[in-house]
C-alpha cells in the first residue's frame, strides 16, 4: 500500500527521461535522498540549480533541502536531469546533467547517509548530455553518456578519477547530424551492466531496442543473447 506523497518541491523544472533518466532518489538509514533542479530565477543566465532534499521516512518531515551544484548550461534546460545513486559504502554520488556543449559535474559526499558536506567537484567529460548512473559493489561508478553522435562509456573506481571515454556506438566520423540514443543504463546482482538503447536522426525510422552488456566491470560489451539473459534471470531466482 502506498502511503500520500511528499511534496519535495513547487519549484521542480521537470524530468526528460527519453534518455539516461536513471536514479534520482535513493532511501537507507531511515531516509529518503532525492536530486532535483529547481528552476532558476533567471533562465537565460541563472543555469540548472541541481540541489538534493532529505526526507525523514518515519515522520515525513523534510530534513534538509541542499545547493549541491549548478549543472550546465548557462541557460535553464530541461534536459539537464541529474542522477543520483548511493555506494555500498552509504556515500552519496551526484551526477548533474548537461546538455548541447557542457560538463557533467560529479560530486561526492562526505560521510554516509549524509548531504551535508561535500568533497570537491569533478567536471567530467565535455560536450555531453543525458546521464545515466549505476554504481556497483566495488563502489566503482559505471556512466554512459551521449556525446555528439556517440554514445559512450566512462567509470570511476572507488576514490579514483574519471576514466577517458570510451565508443560504444555511434553514427560515423563523417556524420555531423543530430542523434540521439535512448539509451539507459541497469546494473544487476551480480555486477552485469546492462545499457539498453536505440538510435535516431530524425531522418530514418527509428531502430529496435538494442541491449549491451558487460560481465567484467565495463572492460568489454557485446550485445546481449537470449540465453545471456535467461541465464542470469534463472541464477537469480536460485
Known amino acids: ?20 533518466g536513471d536514479s534520482v532518489a535513493v532511501s537507507a538509514d531511515g531516509k529518503l535522498f532525492a536530486a532535483y533542479v529547481r528552476k532558476p530565477e533567471d533562465l537565460i543566465k541563472g543555469g540548472n540549480p541541481t540541489r538534493i532534499i532529505t526526507v525523514d521516512r518515519n515522520t515525513r518531515a523534510i530534513l534538509a533541502d541542499d545547493l549541491v551544484m549548478n549543472a550546465a548550461p548557462e541557460w535553464a534546460d530541461i534536459h539537464s536531469n ?22 557533467f559535474y560529479h560530486r561526492a559526499a562526505s560521510a554516509p547517509h549524509s548531504s551535508a558536506a561535500w568533497q570537491d567537484q569533478q567536471t567530467v567529460g565535455k560536450d ?11 563502489n566503482t561508478l559505471h556512466l554512459t553518456p551521449r556525446n555528439g553522435n556517440r554514445l559512450e562509456y566512462q567509470f570511476r573506481p572507488e576514490n579514483g578519477q574519471w576514466s577517458n571515454p570510451i565508443v560504444l556506438a555511434w553514427r560515423g566520423k563523417d556524420y555531423k547530424g543530430y542523434s540521439v540514443y535512448y539509451h539507459h543504463l541497469f546494473i544487476d546482482r551480480n555486477d552485469n551492466l546492462y545499457l539498453a538503447f536505440s538510435y535516431n536522426d530524425k531522418n530514418t525510422p527509428e531502430l529496435p531496442k538494442l541491449i549491451a552488456v558487460s560481465s567484467d566491470h565495463g572492460k568489454s560489451w557485446q550485445l546481449s543473447s537470449t540465453a545471456f539473459l535467461q541465464s542470469q534471470i534463472k541464477g537469480a531466482q536460485q
Open 82 to 103: 541529474p542522477g543520483l545513486v548511493m555506494d555500498h559504502k552509504g556515500i552519496l554520488h551526484l551526477m548533474t546533467g548537461a546538455h548541447y556543449g557542457g560538463s
Open 128 to 138: 555531453q548530455s543525458y546521464v545515466t548512473l549505476v554504481s556497483d559493489s566495488h
Open 1 to 20: 500500500e502506498w502511503g500520500k506523497p511528499i511534496r519535495i518541491s513547487d519549484e521542480g523544472f521537470g524530468l526528460t527521461p527519453h534518455s539516461g
